[in-house]
């Protein structure tokens, strides 16, 4: 009987032991997950040292049509301010525009593989 008793205790304890390393499995794998969205391209600073606010950021995918520009969804830069953000990935091409519509900067072939910076003055 004694014999019977240990082989249904050990019956039991598998299952949570089981249970238990499929969960320890699950966090060390997910600890070394990527949580940044695979579409990203690297990350801008730019910093706005002009006297006017920079309202809309716009880029396009290097060497596109002119009607290819898409806007780069960024909070608006206050003279003397930084900000970062992602670029997204591959060649750009990137044009800064003040409140009233006027050009503030352009950056033509920025690579996102490696970080960006850009002070508009």
């Not at 049509?65 to 780069?72: I, M, N, Q, R």
């Amino acid at each position: 009987m004694e014999r019977t008793r240990h082989q249904v205790g050990s019956m039991r304890a598998r299952p949570a032991v089981a249970l238990a390393m499929i969960a320890v499995v699950g966090i060390v794998l997910t600890g070394c997950a990527d949580t940044r969205p695979t579409s990203m391209g690297a990350e801008a600073t730019i910093t706005n040292q002009a006297k006017k606010t920079i309202t809309r950021l716009a880029y396009e995918k290097c060497g596109a049509s002119a009607d290819g520009w898409a806007p780069l969804a960024a909070p608006a830069i206050r003279p003397n301010q930084t900000i970062k953000l992602d670029l997204p990935p591959g060649c750009i091409d990137l044009n800064a525009f003040y409140d009233d519509g006027k050009l503030a900067g352009s950056q033509r072939g920025i690579s996102t593989n490696f970080p960006f910076s850009w002070e508009l003055q």
